[in-house]
């Protein structure tokens, strides 16, 4: 009996007690119980890291929990392997470097919020986003994933006296439970074909495996945030607190994707390749979508979550490129998509937790999170302001940072799978893909030049912004981490390659490693570009002292006493862009001019521009306001008459009589 | 040894070409326009004026607003190192998706620079340099993806060498079309936007670089020279596909002859056309990525 | 250059003269652009006739690029002027969706090739053609840009036959050619009775009549 499955599950037993311990210590209190509940939940992700990292390093384990955690015979099983280990490290890494940040905030929070609550919730959220990832059979997926999802609302409710936390909330258990629901019925319907719960023993595939496939494709990509089911995400993770909002964006919606991965591409579960078409085009639609409504939005954190919902876009059109590419027999081209995805699963919870946190340093300092309000925070804030404009950057996947090395390789899959495909069709839709994958990366550059520069640059629009203060040591300690880590990722793609090499050999097995894929010439590019930027700065500071230097108000060609409000802001940056994207968000301009004479004595000008959300409107809305009507027709049943009631009793009887007669 | 002989020539064209581009398209125009006009040489003259002069930065500007520039040229910089511009192997093995990606990360220093004055011009110019973008980005990586696709290799010296099949020349003038309409757009030049005019109406460019003074200025003038050199061998570049293989100091003659074309070229559009109305140019960008979506459907059915 | 490759080069170029026309709001320019198409068919035809050794193949590329290519566009041109339309703005969606729209239903028909048994590879830009002529047609308001759509429609119709390989009659090309040129003269004249009569030629506004 070798010694690795009894470490992993020690580790395992270790992670249950230290952070299930967190509530108990949270309920005292005092002062500084924050300070050692941070170090219990830095212990905690040193031992899920740990976790990853075995997981990783020894061969594939299951690990079936003793007789008393069990459901009906069915054990609590848990499958250490190499796609498991990954998302591990990404959990056990974010919520290790969000640590030193949940400080500085919940000191903001406790006037508004019950901590014990919040840690109790934290805590439990923490330990169920691993098991989601590490389950091996389908009860277990279901009694983690509605912890998962369960705790994740109790979080988003901490400033539960606002009612828009209250709306968001609702909206978020609303979507949970459609997705619960998916997923249930999905499962079922397997274990009904394959007789067994176990994950690695479903191996459906043809007709058969549609039904329970897109059952349980549309649970997990409701959880996910993929079109068309995203609405919830900029409703959500808004309203959470900035910490809560890092953890969900940059780790839980990885978790639905991990499961994504398992179900449909590693030794897949579902095997057809309709479901490789399907992801690629929720992925498709969802990055061009979620960035589209990113860019007009002037709340900075709800900005943030559209731009998450545009990441999943582009991590689903990997997996899903993989998936066809595979069907096709291009292998090279599937792994290289696969490692892709994976890669910008890890960029991605890198930057996004970062901007995140950067978005709630912001609106502590300030008190608003609407970019509009604010201004010339650089000057106040100087190291947010320099975290996020990198996190910025490597979101827009401008070279050197880690945001590029993952959109340059899915550019290569699809690249591969456009040379290798068969038919004229198939060419031509992976190019397409290029082509929308350029308009996702243009799209989200203006976007976040947007943000960083009406948010950060100029001066201040109004005195909030003008008063802002800079968080403290934590938050900063925390958003340069990020950033340093971004940066550092950056460098060293071909690492981590060879590490994501397992997963993509399991899925696809060959002998090539995908680390031999990345053929950029970066260290030539980073040496030309550091010897340009080195050169210029010392040429610069050399003859800074011959060279007068003035500082004057800002010329704008000779206009002079503009004030503040005379800058351009969110709505006016991203003008052009709009009224050329119009038809997506119904987006209309208007503009009345009041007074004397209209031409030479204007009075008032009211410009406005209206956007739509479309989805919301046109589809969820006129639904779930069917439901409404529905309910209020089932009313009429209830009128208190008794009457009504045996009658309803009678008829239920007669029907079921009816219908057992059938079966029979 | 090769790579230090190609990374030579290239910095000492680099240090030429791109100024002296600038002075012949000025000739030209001037001429056309029955003008003796300045020199060739004017735009070097004119450049070591600006580096000899102090700056004026505005109170508002923070670091952000002095490095940009280094920034953006840096970028640049790379990128003429990485593309076959010149006809020779470039001395950097240069990816088509990486070189797209650095010249974006030089859009992304500027426009931040432009917004960090607090000037309503510098952030009307970046937000109509982002509407471009949006646009012109994707057509020109779709057009050079489907000639990397035929090529099956995203290097500029596998894409840009000329390849076998009948539909070359069609490919090679789609994706050249394409990569013009997409250079025009990039460096504002007509009938996008009037390089030569500082109206607000007609403002892409010049607007965000309108807080620059003295030395950042130079920087900035001389990196708009080198992109637009850049762009327009790149354009060379594959219409020098359609010449099929020669010897390697014919092709660099050919590429010189092609762009001082450009120049010329150049200099005619922007005296004879007329500046297209901000909101036509949406319509005409489309064309750019309606002929890159034509280059990769010929590639599509070809293979 | 072989027949083939001739034919195929060709063919592109018209289709995609076709498409540019697709998002051109100009009248002048689209009937240019017309021109220039019926030119390049014209030139086809003269260069596979002569590779195909039939002399009247050659002549009617040279009626072709005469009528079609000149004479055709420059008389629409004067009723244009005449009747003093520059600009025809289109229904509803802008120029860019258009193109794009029409792109993608090219591409469609490119790469799926429907009726593959009825339908031999070298006939998909004709009907590529007949989709563009059609589109124009849609997608216009003006009478003058109903007739150049039918037009394109018609070239469409015309590389369809010289890509066959066994010859149409010459007598019926000159025969449709011949009925073309009259269509478009009575249309010209068409289009000023309807202008004098109505004082527009938006076809939009023919919903007015109703009632």
Redesign the interface.
């Known amino acids: 009996m070798t010694p690795q499955p009894h470490l992993e599950s020690n580790l395992l037993y270790a992670l249950a007690i230290c952070w299930l311990v967190a509530p108990g210590v949270a309920v005292f209190q005092k002062a500084n119980v924050d300070r050692l509940l941070g170090v219990i939940l830095a212990v905690g992700s040193l031992i899920l890291l740990a976790m990853g990292v075995a997981a990783f390093a020894y061969a594939t384990t299951n690990i079936a929990l003793p007789s008393p955690f069990s459901f009906a015979g069915i054990p609590v099983a848990f499958r250490f392997d190499p796609l498991a280990g990954l998302f591990l490290c990404v959990i056990a890494v974010v919520t290790g470097l969000t640590v030193p940040y949940l400080r500085g905030y919940c000191s903001h929070l406790t006037d508004k919020a019950d901590m014990r609550i919040f840690w109790t919730a934290l805590s439990a959220l923490l330990i169920s986003m691993p098991l989601v990832a590490l389950s091996a059979n389908a009860l277990t997926f279901l009694v983690a994933w509605e912890a998962m999802s369960l705790t994740s609302a109790m979080l988003i409710a901490t400033d539960h006296s606002s009612h828009s936390t209250r709306r968001a909330t609702i909206v978020y258990l609303s979507a949970t439970r459609l997705a619960t629901a998916f997923l249930a019925s999905g499962f079922l319907w397997a274990h009904a074909l394959t007789a067994s719960w176990t994950f690695a023993d479903w191996h459906l595939s043809g007709t058969q495996a549609l039904g329970p496939g897109v059952l349980v494709l549309i649970g997990l990509a409701v959880k996910a945030g993929s079109w068309p089911f995203h609405i919830w995400l900029p409703i959500a993770h808004p309203a959470a607190p900035a910490p809560v909002s890092a953890l969900m964006s940059g780790v839980m919606v990885k978790v639905a994707i991990a499961a994504i991965v398992r179900l449909f591409v590693l030794s897949p579960a579902f095997n057809h390749p309709v479901f490789g078409i399907v992801i690629l085009t929720i992925g498709a639609i969802s990055s061009v979508w979620g960035i589209l409504f990113a860019l007009i939005q002037n709340d900075l954190k709800r900005l943030l979550a559209y731009s998450t919902v545009e990441n999943v876009g582009i991590i689903l059109m990997g997996v899903g490129a993989s998936s066809l590419a595979a069907h096709a027999g291009l292998i090279v081209a599937a792994r290289i998509a696969l490692a892709a995805s994976l890669l910008h699963v890890i960029n991605h919870a890198a930057f996004k937790s970062g901007l995140f946190l950067g978005a709630g340093t912001i609106d502590m300092g300030t008190g608003t999170r609407n970019i509009e309000l604010l201004g010339g925070l650089s000057k106040r804030m100087k190291a947010t302001c320099a975290c996020f404009t990198l996190a910025g950057a490597a979101i827009c996947g401008l070279p050197p940072l880690n945001g590029f090395a993952s959109e340059w390789l899915l550019y290569q899959g699809f690249l591969g799978a456009s040379s290798g495909a068969h038919t004229p069709i198939e060419r031509f839709s992976f190019m397409l893909l290029i082509g929308i994958l350029a308009l996702v990366g243009a799209l989200a550059m203006a976007c976040f030049v947007k943000a960083i520069g009406v948010a950060f640059l100029g001066r201040p629009r109004t005195k909030a912004a003008e008063n802002a203060h800079e968080g403290d040591r934590g938050m900063v300690a925390s958003q340069a981490a990020f950033t340093v880590t971004c940066i550092v990722l950056g460098l060293i793609p071909p690492v981590l390659l060879a590490v994501l090499n397992p997963i993509a050999r399991v899925a696809y097995p060959g002998a090539d490693s995908v680390a031999a894929a990345w053929t950029l010439p970066t260290p030539a590019m980073l040496v030309t570009l550091a010897v340009t930027l080195l050169a210029g700065a010392a040429w610069m500071a050399r003859t800074k002292a011959t060279m007068p230097e003035r500082r004057y108000i800002t010329w704008e060609c000779g206009f002079g006493a503009l004030g503040p409000r005379a800058q351009v802001n969110g709505t006016s940056f991203v003008q052009p862009i709009a009224h050329t994207f119009s038809v997506v968000f119904q987006y209309a301009e208007s503009v009345s001019i009041e007074g004397e004479s209209r031409r030479l004595f204007p009075d008032k000008v009211t410009a406005t521009s209206t956007t739509e959300p479309v989805l919301e409107t046109r589809l969820y809305q006129p639904v779930t306001s069917m439901f409404g009507w529905l309910g209020d027709q089932i009313l009429h049943l209830q009128e208190g008459s008794i009457h009504a009631y045996l009658l309803t009793m009678l008829i239920t009887l007669l029907i079921l009589l009816a219908i057992g007669g059938a079966i029979q | 040894m090769t790579v230090l002989l190609l990374l030579i020539a290239y910095l000492a064209h680099i240090a030429f070409l791109p100024l002296l581009f600038i002075g012949l398209v000025r000739w030209v125009k001037a001429r056309l326009q029955g003008r003796r006009g300045p020199s060739l040489l004017q735009p070097f003259w004119d450049i070591a004026k600006l580096l000899r002069?102090?700056?004026?930065?505005?109170?508002?500007a923070?670091s952000?607003f002095r490095l940009a520039p280094?920034?953006s040229?840096?970028?640049i910089?790379?990128v003429a190192?990485?593309v076959p511009w010149l006809g020779l192997p470039s001395?950097?093995?240069?990816?088509l998706?990486?070189a797209?990606?650095?010249l974006?990360?030089g859009?992304?220093c500027t426009?931040?620079a432009a917004?960090?004055?607090?000037?309503?011009?510098g952030?009307?110019g970046?937000?109509?340099e982002?509407?471009i973008?949006?646009?012109a980005?994707?057509a020109l990586?779709?057009g050079l993806?489907?000639l990397?696709?035929?090529a099956?290799d995203?290097?500029f010296s596998a894409l840009l060498a000329p390849g076998g099949g009948?539909?070359t020349?069609?490919l090679a003038l789609?994706v050249g079309a394409a990569a013009w309409l997409c250079a025009m757009a990039e460096l504002s030049r007509m009938p996008i936007d009037d390089p030569t005019t500082?109206l607000?109406l007609t403002m892409v460019h010049e607007a965000m670089v309108?807080?620059n003074s003295?030395?950042s200025l130079a920087?900035i003038e001389y990196a708009v020279a080198l992109k637009t050199v850049l762009l327009l061998g790149l354009v060379s570049q594959i219409l020098l596909i359609l010449a099929g293989n020669q010897t390697l100091a014919f092709h660099y003659v050919l590429s010189i002859v092609l762009l001082a074309a450009s120049a010329v070229a150049l200099a005619i559009a922007e005296t004879v056309m007329v500046k297209l109305s901000?909101?036509r140019v949406?319509?005409m960008l489309?064309?750019a990525?309606?002929a890159?979506?034509?280059a990769?459907?010929?590639?599509?059915?070809r293979? | 250059m072989g027949e083939f490759h001739l034919f195929e080069s060709g063919s592109a170029v018209t289709v995609i003269i076709g498409l540019w026309m697709i998002g051109i709001t100009r009248v002048p320019t689209s009937l240019t652009l017309y021109g220039t198409q019926s030119a390049v068919l014209g030139l086809m035809a003269m260069y596979l006739g002569v590779l195909r050794a039939e002399p009247l193949l050659v002549i009617v590329g040279v009626a072709v690029i005469a009528l079609k290519g000149i004479a055709a566009p420059a008389y629409l041109l004067f009723v244009a002027h005449r009747l003093d339309c520059r600009r025809d703005d289109g229904v509803s969606i802008a120029p860019p969706l258009q193109f794009f729209g029409a792109l993608g239903a090219l591409a469609l028909i490119l790469l799926l090739h429907p009726l593959r048994a009825a339908l031999p590879e070298s006939s998909l830009p004709s009907i590529g053609m007949l989709l563009l002529g059609m589109i124009v047609m849609i997608t216009r308001r003006l009478a003058i840009s109903q007739i150049v759509g039918f037009l394109v429609l018609e070239n469409g119709i015309f590389l369809y036959t010289i890509g066959q390989p066994h010859t149409m009659p010459i007598v019926v090309e000159i025969g449709v050619l011949m009925d073309v040129l009259a269509g478009v003269m009575l249309a010209g004249l068409l289009a000023f009775r309807i202008s004098r009569e109505f004082e527009s030629i938006d076809v939009t506004e023919l919903k007015e009549l109703r009632g």
Not at chain 2, 53 to 60: D, F, L, N, R
Not at chain 2, 91 to 95: E, M, Q, R, V
Not at chain 2, 115 to 121: I, M
Not at chain 2, 296 to 301: E, T, W
């Open positions: 002069k102090g700056e004026t930065i505005s109170e508002t923070t952000t280094l920034a040229l840096a970028a910089l790379a190192l990485m001395p950097i093995a240069g990816d998706i990486l797209i990606y650095l974006a990360a859009k992304f426009s931040l917004l960090d004055t607090g000037s309503a011009f952030a009307i970046a937000s109509r982002a509407a973008s949006v646009q980005e994707p990586l779709l993806a489907a990397a696709s035929h099956r995203s290097r009948e539909h020349i069609i789609l500082h607000e309108l807080e003295g030395r920087l901000w909101r949406p319509n489309s064309y990525i309606g890159s979506a034509l990769c459907l010929l590639v599509a059915m293979g």
